[in-house]
């Protein structure tokens, strides 16, 4: 393995038999390998047809996510937008709106899916930062026969931008939705991660939501996967709309299997990735031309500006990918590191390094 100047170990390597790299990946937290016991565990799992109901590991896994959040009945979904979008068609009749803060998932990074599988509208709420009681009350619309029904309230715990939002807030918003006679639905991609920025049981989260989706392939390592959980009558809808999007999978187990490992495992270890982020933020808080969003740095994600021009910024990922760094490239003004179980500490000190060297050209 080669070295870089001496001091920090060069993140790429080339086996000659192989020819395999290794590559720091810090373009987000779905990038991790499964890790050797997931492996193990998906090889020797036991399988059945899961649409039919008989995949013992799946069984498994959907009764263990279910204790954990706290709700009656889990369901997996080949992806987290799969389970976003079967909760809204779950919840809501066509023509009704779904409200949701203006930098929502479903919003931004599904693809228009609302209005395309689910008929409804979205009302985008300009929160700045996360959907307040005092944002939402005014959006519930009246019984008027000239406007839309509101059908659903979407919240996000973790938000897109990394912010964690308070249980006090989670709570005053679902009573508030539930005293107009709201469902709330959670997009918690990133549900333990918010768990462990809070120092909570997972399920304080859930208790103020009537169903919730959360990732198994985000910052736990699974290769495949996410989790929808509410009320048993919830679920027996929404696996309907699940096999109408196309999501009835039949061996289904082999991917359980590994979702079974991330629960049991790699949820306690986050922490680990929230400490690396904050390093990271520090440390590239003090390069010159860089501006961390410190206040934004709450669990793995990391977001700061450059102040070069618009040539350096654009070419930053391939100057990068040159020294064995993947990182993504800049996106409403921002850039975006994310640690996870695959980069160490020491890793995040190569990256600094060679930012700091790019910097300085």
């Known amino acids: ?14 086996l000659k038999e192989k020819k395999a790299m ?9 990038v991790t390998q499964p890790t050797q016991r997931m492996r193990d565990e998906m090889y ?61 998932h479903i919003v931004i990074h599904e693809v228009g899916a609302p209005a395309v599988l689910s008929g409804v509208m979205v009302r985008t709420i300009k929160t700045g930062d996360y959907l307040r009681p005092e944002q939402l009350a005014p959006a519930i619309r009246p019984d008027d026969i000239h406007m839309p029904h509101t059908g659903l309230v979407e919240v996000e715990n973790p938000t897109a931008t990394g912010l964690v939002v308070p249980l006090e807030v989670m709570r005053q918003n679902y009573e508030l939705a539930h005293q107009a006679g709201l469902p709330v639905h959670l ?12 120092g ?8 103020y939501c009537d169903s919730v989706m959360f990732c198994l392939s985000k910052g736990l390592c699974a290769p495949v996967g996410s989790i929808v959980a509410g009320s048993r009558e919830f679920i027996d809808r929404a696996r309907k709309n699940r096999k109408l999007l196309g999501g009835g999978l039949r ?6 299997a590994a979702g079974i490992v991330a629960l049991e495992e790699m949820t306690g270890r986050l922490q680990e990735d929230h400490d690396n ?28 500006t450059i102040d070069r ?5 654009e070419a930053l990922p391939a100057k990068m990918l040159e020294k064995g760094i993947k990182i993504s490239g800049i996106e409403d003004g921002m850039f975006r590191f994310v640690t996870n179980h695959d980069v160490s500490r020491e890793d995040v000190d190569y990256v600094l390094a060679c930012m700091k060297d790019l910097l300085a050209q």
């Open 309 to 313: 021009d618009a040539a350096f910024i």
């Open 44 to 104: 020797k799992a036991v399988v059945g047809d899961d649409v039919q109901r008989d995949d013992p590991t799946m069984n498994k896994l959907e009764k263990l996510a279910a204790r954990m959040v706290g709700k009656e009945a889990a369901m997996f979904t080949p992806s987290g937008t799969m389970g976003n979008q079967v909760s809204i068609m779950t919840h809501t009749r066509r023509g009704d709106e779904v409200i949701c803060g203006e930098m929502s």
């Open 187 to 198: 997009d918690g991609a990133r549900l333990f991660n918010a768990a462990t920025a809070l």
């Open 277 to 304: 982020a904050r390093y990271m933020a520090v440390e590239l808080n003090k390069l010159d031309g860089i501006q961390v969003d410190m206040e934004s740095v709450q669990i793995s994600m990391v977001f700061f």
């Open 251 to 256: 061996q289904a187990g082999f991917l359980a």
């Open 200 to 207: 909570c049981d997972v399920k304080e989260i859930t208790q």
């Open 1 to 14: 393995m080669e070295t870089g100047g001496g001091q920090y170990p060069v993140a790429c390597f080339v």
């Open 22 to 30: 290794r590559y720091i990946d810090i373009r987000s937290d779905t």
